[in-house]
């Protein structure tokens, strides 16, 4: 009994013995576990800040690409995936647009010196003693000049087989041939305009008309007629129609403010060609 009591006392240490050291292995352990997930925890909000840095750097050239990137729908979109039809087209209406807005500028030019002439020969012209002496007053550049040259110079050759016809109306023949030289500078330029305000609708619709018919064709050789596919074609065909209205719109009114504007300066040069006349014959009968 005092042996069997003894190994039970012995078997209980034991156990006891282990139970502490198993408890005492579990104690060291547990903080060794719970030291080695640390430096990942640790390390987690970092890479959680480096990625959130890293983030808007990489946000950022995106940004910048998709701001830069040209409008798909655009006119550079257009002239980029257009054929060579296309490009003819756009080629044609830039040129002519370019065209009208120089006539403009140069018929404007001009017309505003007609005017200044016709001022100068209103100051000098009429107060000389003589017309070869008022023809001498006024610019060489001046259609007035050139009229009354040409009238001075008609009572000078009023011989041989013109001399049969009678001077007045010889005369009113070559002024009257100045002049129209006079009208056909001025309206020189204006059919250019008249031809552009009618035709480059039409070429801006003919380009519409071949960008829908390659769209329609493509989007028939795709199988995908979604609105995406159909609306980039068919607004960058569309924009042919908006670019010859364009063009049209100022040719248009540029020819009608310059004809209009014409009219008053023709009317100045033949009432001067008229009183030139009469002055020319009053001086060959005195």
Do not use: C
Request: net charge positive; proline share 4%; charged share 15%.
């Amino acid at each position: 009994m005092i042996v069997q009591t003894k190994f039970k006392v012995l078997a209980r240490a034991w156990v006891l013995t282990m139970g502490l050291t198993m408890v005492g292995v579990a104690s060291l352990s547990a903080p060794a576990l719970a030291q080695t997930p640390a430096p990942a925890a640790a390390t987690a909000p970092a890479a959680e800040a480096k990625a959130d840095a890293a983030a808007p750097a990489a946000v950022k050239p995106a940004a910048a690409a998709a701001e830069s990137s040209s409008n798909p729908y655009g006119i550079a979109a257009l002239w980029s995936g257009s054929d060579a039809v296309a490009k003819t087209v756009l080629l044609i209406l830039a040129i002519m647009s370019m065209g009208s807005w120089y006539i403009l500028a140069v018929k404007m030019l001009e017309q505003r010196k007609v005017n200044a002439y016709a001022r100068e020969a209103a100051e000098k012209f009429w107060g000389a003693g003589t017309v070869a002496q008022g023809a001498a007053a006024l610019h060489k550049d001046s259609p007035f000049q050139f009229i009354a040259s040409s009238g001075l110079e008609a009572t000078k050759k009023h011989g041989g087989l013109m001399g049969h016809i009678p001077l007045t109306d010889w005369i009113s023949m070559s002024i009257q041939r100045s002049v129209d030289r006079v009208n056909r500078e001025m309206q020189s330029g204006l059919s250019f305009l008249a031809t552009v305000g009618s035709i480059s609708p039409f070429v801006g619709l003919f380009g519409t008309v071949w960008g829908i018919y390659h769209a329609l064709t493509a989007i028939g050789i795709s199988g995908q007629a979604s609105i995406d596919k159909v609306a980039g074609p068919v607004g960058e065909a569309l924009i042919m129609t908006a670019i010859g209205l364009a063009v049209a719109v100022p040719a248009v009114l540029a020819y009608n403010w310059l004809v209009s504007r014409n009219k008053g300066v023709m009317d100045d040069v033949r009432s001067f060609g008229s009183d030139l006349h009469s002055v020319l014959l009053g001086s060959a009968k005195s």
